[in-house]
């Protein structure tokens, strides 16, 4: 395959995969709603890794700046953040998700079970997809790894906002920072405990 890139011409087969991959995700949200009345995804963003920030995440792992690395040593070229209104929408996304045809899941890591040190929480996927694409061995159909992380809201709010001040230059305070960076996490995860529970007494209402 042609050289074009860090991702060797496969830039328009990670598109197809990761349309996809929305468009089924999509699609379950959709019949779920009309089934229970319950929306699962509240937002879906989806992003094929840009060029320059590959190419960095190859450096930082010690790996050469090719396609190989950049498709089988690492797993995220593909990303999908879906975003939820309640705790155990997580679970029913992610239940939705091991069932697509076609799809291993290779890893999942649950930080909203097991936090982060830091408050983070997210529950986190890696799938190893197979697709009518061509990949990067020539194969066709290809197979492609893609990375699905499923939040909160609340969840969702606070990663944002902690990725800004992460990346502050100059931060003398940073103990307290990061002290109260865990207290709002904690105090967010403590809300969206809550709101699952006002959810469930309404559901046994009804």
Known sequence: MADNGIYGGCKE?????LDDL?????QYSAEEKKKTGIKLVEHLIARIKEEDSMREKCRRRGLPETPESALRELYD?????????????IYRNVELI??????????????????????????HMILLVEAPYTDIDGNNPGKFYAEIQLRTIAMDSWA???????????????????????????????????????????REDN
Request: glycine content about 4%.
């Open 77 to 89: 070229a593909i990303g999908i953040r879906v975003v939820c209104a309640f705790r155990d929408d």
């Open 13 to 17: 087969s990670l598109q197809h995969v």
């Open 22 to 26: 929305k468009g089924k995700i999509k």
């Open 160 to 202: 944002a906002l902690e990725h800004q001040l992460k990346y502050k230059k100059n931060i003398t305070n940073t103990e307290l920072i990061v002290s109260e960076l865990k207290r709002c996490a904690d105090e967010m995860a403590s809300t969206d405990v809550s709101m699952q529970t006002i959810r469930d007494l309404i």
């Open 98 to 123: 091991r069932s697509f045809p076609g799809v291993q899941v290779v890893t999942e890591k649950d930080y909203v079970k097991n936090v982060k040190p830091n408050g983070y929480r997210s529950y």
